[in-house]
């Protein structure tokens, strides 16, 4: 599973650069995001603009990955294809997380 | 002058013959299958969402299996996916030789409520929920020492 990461003023990119969040990577993933995110900026940005595809075990690691920042950080997501954002609307996960169309969105209106 | 192409070799491109994909659970045994019955499915043309839809739900599915009726401390066991084309969509039937569904009988398929603290957000249980939603004619039954999970995929073929 591989993220690139970048740190701007006031919060961290993270993106993934697999097509797919499934079952086979779910656990990399968490472990991946938990070294990404141990320590820096309290705003994480998750840019999911290369992902086509996810399962249940992969939603459930980012709600995983947002739930291990704590109470004082905060996972917004950006970049979400058709068919990962239809599975945030059908669990209603997106409600839980900020979700943003694009990356440059999300960046302008988190104000970096 | 040419005569315009006729357009039944198209129409006869749609329709599928009955097809199975075999597979032998393990950590990639998901997408392998997952890829060859998308392979197989390729003469409908789905469109993206359909596609999609297609994939998730059968990945579930998968999922389940692979996790709890081959679970990883036992033996690995075979998956059969079978799929037939039927008027009101894709007919598919999974079957397996691993534990029988807790119960005899499919999980409801509920999600957890959401709200409040953020530390009780569910991690999981969306699974059967998907399954349940983007299915349809969802049936379990333990045959002969198997599992066999049947259901309806509505595709359109337009």
Known sequence: MKLDTKTEDLLRIVSVQDARIDAAVAVEFKDAM?????????LIVLDLSNVEFIDSSGLGAIVAAMKSLGRDRKLALAGLTPTVERVFKLTRMDSVFSVFPTLEGALSELGS | MMSAPRDTPEQNDRVLSPFEVHVTSG??????????????????????????????????????????????????????????????????????????????????????PIGGDIADTPEGGFGWFLIQHLAHDVSYARVNDENLLKMRLAVTLS
């Open chain 1, 34 to 42: 938990r070294a990404e995110t141990d320590n820096g900026p309290d």
């Open chain 2, 27 to 112: 950590q990639l045994a998901v997408r392998e299958a997952l890829e060859k019955f998308l392979d197989r499915l390729r003469p409908l043309k789905l469109d993206i969402e359909e596609a999609g839809t297609i994939e998730l739900v059968l990945a579930e599915v998968l999922n389940n299996i692979v996790e709890h009726a081959y679970p990883e401390t036992g033996p690995d066991g075979p998956i059969a996916i079978r799929c037939t084309q039927k008027s009101n969509g894709l007919l598919v039937q999974i079957k397996d030789q691993g534990s029988a569904m807790p119960d005899g009988k499919l999980p409801l398929g509920e999600l957890s």
